[in-house]
């Protein structure tokens, strides 16, 4: 009997150092979610595609600051109870984005209170998209909240705060809004590229703390005042180091594998992340356009799953619904992975 019971545990044993061994490496053990992205289409998770598909988790929704608090210390939170609770309803998660930046001058996205009181030193900055190589002038492309001017960040960090004692625990989490920005030399008053650097991560820190119980994740895909690898002044590596110290999740907008400046820039950091941070990339308008420079070959959905499965090892991927790639690929693919009960791995 006690040669039986020493076979029957050295075979466990066995077992469980080859199913250890399948797992993939790092934080991205943990099974990988796939969330629609509607953005601020929010109307569009009553979609029965959406509602009735097993193979996504959830729906990855924006809401921008004006919206969310109308006025002064005044929130608006319904806006995102009512998209909660039917997805409750319907066996979906929510995972939301706080959006504090446009890229149409047409649209400021913070409250007007802002803009008004010279305390917040105007609230927003004019953000202009680098100048070509043959010297044109920088274009206007949108505006970005002051976020390293620590007026401003107390008033978003107080949003997070309403926003995560309504709903901490009860949605999937939260995406903070991309960490690249740009001035093109016309840089607003009060901002340098290390006050940037360290309002990005007193915002992590803030946003960790509130939301305790649901995933925060930091957009992190470039850092103003550095170009990856030969200009590397450790801000975004810093901004990974960050995340990894207190817990906080990272990724970015934009699934591109095949472009070199993904490539030498988030990419790697978040292939390298410590044990336990969660990481998540979005597939945004455009993206499944791409082509792989040295091919030609476009880039497929089952070569996004694969890539975030090995070597980024992500936890979440967030879909958008350009068409034709959406209705015609993404849905059945995921549809055929959760059938199967497997994901692909290179």
Known sequence: MRCSIVALFAMLVLVGVAAQAEEPAGAGAAPLQ???????????????????????????????????????????????????????????RLFIQVQDVSFDESIVNVPAYLLADPAFHGGVARQYLSADDDGAEPVAEGWVARRWDPAVRARFVRLLGALAQAFDGRIEGINLPETSIGFSGRNPEGYTHEAYYESV???????????????????????PGEELPEADRGYLRGVYEHA????????????????????????????????????GLAVQWGNLDDRDRRTGKQIAVQDLVAYARDPLHLNYIFWGTQEPYYSRDVLPFLRALADEGVEPKN
């Open 244 to 279: 990894d110290r207190i817990g906080v999740g990272v990724g970015g907008p934009d699934f591109l594998p095949n472009r070199w400046w993904q490539r030498q820039h988030s990419y790697p950091l978040i292939a390298a992340r410590a044990e336990g941070t969660v990481a």
């Open 34 to 92: 796939h969330y629609v992205y509607f953005g601020v289409e929010r109307e569009r998770i009553a979609e029965k595609s959406f509602l009735e598909h097993p193979g996504i988790a959830g729906a990855q929704l924006k809401y921008t600051w004006p919206e969310l608090e109308p006025e002064r210390d005044v929130y608006n939170l319904d806006l995102v109870r009512r998209d909660l609770q039917f997805l409750d309803q319907h066996g979906k």
């Open 201 to 223: 991560k007193a915002l992590m820190t803030e946003a960790g703390k509130a939301f305790a119980r649901g995933r925060v994740i930091m957009y992190a895909n470039f850092m």
